[in-house]
């Protein structure tokens, strides 16, 4: 266990979809659990829910919808992968996208530690529902003006609801000049950049692996990143693997 780190609730939250929310949800939570805070991932995104399946879950019930009309305990819902990591699934079926978010947090108390939430995209209804249960946000983009855009509008959103952002995550990075650089990124958000995830065929590789890239590829450039993110959270200086730069050849 880390010392001094107390436990949280955070949401990882957009304003555009597919610009790798549930990945980095996963990624994060395999890091934090790497460098010794045992976490939950909850899947917020109850009308397109994708979490369990990323991690190649078939059994996917109860889920946080059965929770939330059962009154049940969250711990009967959680899913344990390989790795360690846990997760609170929601059901994927198209008809349980309309469960009432407002009183998510009451149902996800009794769990008692760190929760990580993946967020659906936008700022709908179900959104500032789960801002409201989270103590702070990280805010997930990719560099480009359109994803910025709708990104500004979540970063206004968790100000009008005076939600504690822990900064923001450029995700899928490739530095080339249809980007916006980080410099930009930064005056735009007026808030902290937490890192800078690079466009990695290993993410998609470990996706299809139904893995975190965090575990199935750590010498990677993403996992690095995600590595140094998690160790920053925690206060904590990241040291890169020694001869990590030889090793990433080969992944
Ligand atoms: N850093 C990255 N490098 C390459 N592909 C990525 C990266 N991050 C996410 N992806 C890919 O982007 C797609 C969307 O990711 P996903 O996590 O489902 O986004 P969201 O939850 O925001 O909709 C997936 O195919 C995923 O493999
Ligand atoms: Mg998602």
Same mark, same amino acid.
């Given at each position: 266990?880390?010392?001094?780190?107390?436990?949280?609730?955070?949401?990882?939250?957009s304003?555009?979809?597919?610009?790798?929310k549930?990945?980095?949800?996963?990624?994060?939570?395999?890091?934090?659990?790497?460098?010794?805070?045992p976490?939950?991932?909850?899947?917020?995104?109850?009308?397109?829910?994708?979490?369990?399946v990323q991690?190649?879950?078939?059994?996917?019930?109860?889920?946080?919808q059965?929770?939330?009309e059962?009154n049940?305990?969250?711990r009967?819902?959680i899913r344990?992968?390989?790795?360690?990591?846990?997760?609170?699934?929601?059901?994927?079926?198209?008809?349980?996208?309309?469960?009432?978010?407002k009183?998510?947090?009451?149902?996800?108390?009794p769990?008692q530690?760190?929760?990580i939430?993946?967020?659906?995209?936008?700022?709908?209804?179900?959104?500032?529902?789960?801002?409201r249960?989270?103590d702070?946000?990280?805010?997930?983009t990719?560099?480009?003006?359109?994803?910025?855009?709708?990104?500004?509008?979540t970063l206004?959103?968790?100000?009008?609801?005076?939600k504690?952002i822990?900064?923001i995550v #450029?995700?899928?990075?490739?530095?080339?000049?249809?980007?916006?650089?980080?410099d930009e990124?930064?005056?735009?958000?007026?808030?902290?950049?937490?890192?800078?995830i690079p466009?990695d065929k290993? #993410?998609?590789?470990?996706?299809?692996?139904?893995?975190?890239?965090?575990?199935?590829y750590?010498?990677?450039?993403?996992?690095?990143?995600?590595?140094?993110?998690?160790?920053?959270?925690?206060?904590?200086?990241?040291?890169?693997?020694?001869?990590?730069?030889l090793?990433?050849?080969f992944?």
């Open positions: 266990m880390v010392k001094n780190y107390s436990k949280k609730i955070i949401g990882i939250s304003g555009k979809g597919g610009v790798g549930t990945t980095f949800s996963i990624n994060l939570s395999s890091a934090l659990y790497k460098l010794g805070v976490n939950v991932i909850v899947d917020g995104d109850i009308s397109n829910a994708n979490l369990s991690l190649g879950f078939k059994h996917n019930i109860p889920t946080i059965d929770l939330m059962e049940l305990n969250p009967y819902a344990i992968h390989s790795t360690g990591l846990r997760i609170l699934p929601a059901a994927i079926s198209l008809d349980r996208g309309d469960v009432d978010l009183r998510i947090k009451k149902y996800l108390i769990l530690e760190t929760l939430i993946d967020f659906p995209p936008g700022v709908a209804k179900n959104t500032v529902d789960l801002m249960a989270c702070e946000l990280i805010i997930l990719t560099p480009e003006v359109a994803s910025l855009t709708d990104s500004l509008k206004d959103l968790a100000r009008k609801y005076k504690p822990k900064g #450029v995700n899928r990075a490739v530095k080339d000049k249809y980007e916006l650089s980080i990124l930064q005056i735009m958000c007026e808030t902290k950049l937490l890192g800078v466009e290993n #993410v998609r590789r470990a996706n299809f692996e139904c893995m975190p890239y965090v575990f199935r750590p010498n990677s450039r993403a996992a690095i990143e995600t590595m140094r993110i998690a160790s920053g959270l925690l206060s904590k200086p990241y040291c890169e693997p020694k001869l990590n730069f090793k990433s050849f992944n």
